[in-house]
């Protein structure tokens, strides 16, 4: 059953220093989604892609959060300059298309020292 | 915005019981999805509710959706060591973005 995978499983960065992480979203689906977990917290919303573009983003996403898809397959996050509080697990999802099931791959846990 | 909110936070049962878990949220969706999370993993998607559905069923999940209460139900049948985990539900409204709740903790005994 095709699904979506993520890389690293765990990132560990000094503060200030940039961080990509990186997913492949299940081959046929055209949106792509990124949301965060703090230890113990809901998870979150960051920002949705289509069609090479954000579609929403959360307030959350600040200037210090970018995402490409580089290539056909790949879809990134990038953090630009790591603060403490950005220490979480990132998860990737996508979907077949707008309101359907959005499928997510295993996360990435972040560790900001 | 506090959208989607599930309860009981916790749940312990036995197996072979039934667990039901409840959500409730303040504005109108166009669906609600169900999820699974095992400890420090990843979110299984379990069932997607639309607005003008009112009850499916995935083996032994069962759903319903109330929207004039705005609230939904996801029931475990039969419950197994393996179905220990949190249960969210997540809501979709206007746009891409899913909004979760913070979870029922189900814990099944043998």
């Not at chain 1, 960065?13 to 979203?25: A, F, N």
């Not at chain 1, 879809?75 to 509080?85: C, G, N, P, Q, V």
């Not at chain 2, 506090?2 to 916790?10: F, I, K, S």
């Not at chain 2, 069932?47 to 139900?73: A, P, Q, Y």
Request: aromatic content about 10%.
């Amino acid at each position: 059953e095709p699904e979506v995978t993520q890389t690293p499983s765990h990132q560990v960065t000094q503060m200030g220093q940039e961080v990509i992480l990186r997913c492949v979203p299940i081959s046929n689906h055209l949106y792509f989604y990124w949301y965060r977990q703090i230890l113990g917290q809901k998870v979150e919303f960051l920002v949705s892609f289509y069609n090479n573009e954000i579609s929403e983003k959360s307030e959350i996403f600040d200037d210090q959060f970018s995402v490409e898809r580089p290539d056909g397959s790949n879809f990134t996050l990038k953090i630009r300059s790591t603060k403490l509080e950005d220490s979480a697990m990132y998860f990737c999802a996508s979907s077949e298309a707008l309101g359907n099931e959005q499928f997510f791959g295993p996360g990435t846990r972040l560790t900001v020292l | 915005s506090q959208q989607g909110e599930e309860d009981p936070q916790a749940l312990s049962i036995q197996e072979g019981e039934n667990a039901t878990m409840n959500c409730s949220y303040k504005t109108s969706i166009n669906n609600l999805q169900w999820y699974r999370q095992n400890s420090g993993r990843g979110l299984v998607h379990l069932i997607l509710i639309r607005s003008n559905e009112r009850e499916k069923h995935s083996g032994r999940l069962r759903v319903t959706l109330d929207t004039s209460k705005k609230s939904s139900s996801l029931l475990i049948t039969a419950s197994r060591a393996a179905d220990t985990a949190s249960y969210f539900c997540a809501t979709n409204q206007a746009g891409t973005a899913l909004i979760f709740g913070k979870g029922t903790t189900l814990s099944v005994s043998s």
